[in-house]
């Protein structure tokens, strides 16, 4: 988190903030907080810790270690999906990026997401959790990252089971903020998906909307438009 977005009083899972600290670093110092836990505990955290490894004082681990323990259903699992050679490897790195774009102000992405106040719920912060959910929710170990990732159905949501699925780049194109909506005929599209309904190019949909026309001269065939033109200078 950046130090610039800390104050005391704010929340940040189950921690809140009291006041800066200096934290020794070797010959140095670094930015820290002092911080109150909901369960009474108090704890200096690194500045750039909180929310990303830091939302409790360790008792939310701690509750979730026990209430695993005692699951003879769960399988408790570790890291190990972080390695090469595990074929959760690319479920591994959809949580630690989702975890970065939202609270890593120096991820390339974080301005569409952290920077635009997009949170992951507190329990996606163990990995064991999401994982859990990611398997029970579609997640296919088999396909890559363009075939299917993680996608917010509410773009402006932030990252929860209840607004979370998992898609393909090409839905997910679908589902972005900067898209332009045509409503034709009762339904309502992309650009991309005017032009597979239609076959047209959607540049050219573009280039058309642009100038104005709708309805039946947007999605006219080009060819009719072609020999409309030739009709017309023959006369």
């Not at 890593?104 to 990995?127: E, L, M, Q």
Request: hydrophobic share 25%.
């Amino acid at each position: 988190m950046k130090e610039a977005e800390c104050y005391p009083g704010k929340k940040v899972g189950r921690l809140t903030l009291i006041e800066k600290r200096r934290i020794p670093n070797g010959r140095y110092t670094r930015g820290g907080w002092l911080c109150r836990c909901d369960c009474g505990t108090e704890k200096v955290f690194r500045t750039d810790g909180l929310g990303v490894s830091a939302i409790s004082c360790g008792c939310y681990n701690r509750e979730n270690n026990y209430a695993s323990a005692n699951n003879p259903l769960h399988k408790k699992y570790t890291y190990s999906d972080s390695q090469m050679s595990s074929p959760y490897k690319r479920l591994y790195d959809v949580w630690k990026h989702m975890l970065g774009r939202c609270y890593n102000s120096n991820d390339s992405s974080y301005s569409n997401y952290g920077g635009r106040g997009i949170k992951v719920c507190d329990d996606w912060h163990t990995y064991r959790e999401f994982r859990e959910w990611a398997l029970a929710n579609g997640f296919d170990k088999s396909k890559t990252g363009q075939e299917q990732s993680i996608d917010r159905i509410n773009v402006n949501g932030n990252y929860e089971p209840s607004n979370c699925r998992w898609a393909s780049k090409l839905t997910q194109s679908y589902n972005k903020r900067n898209n332009v909506y045509i409503t034709l005929n009762g339904k309502t599209y992309t650009y991309r998906e005017l032009s597979q309904e239609t076959g047209i190019d959607r540049l050219t949909l573009y280039a058309r909307y642009k100038k104005g026309k709708r309805g039946a001269e947007l999605t006219a065939p080009i060819n009719e438009k072609m020999s409309h033109k030739r009709k017309v200078v023959e006369v």
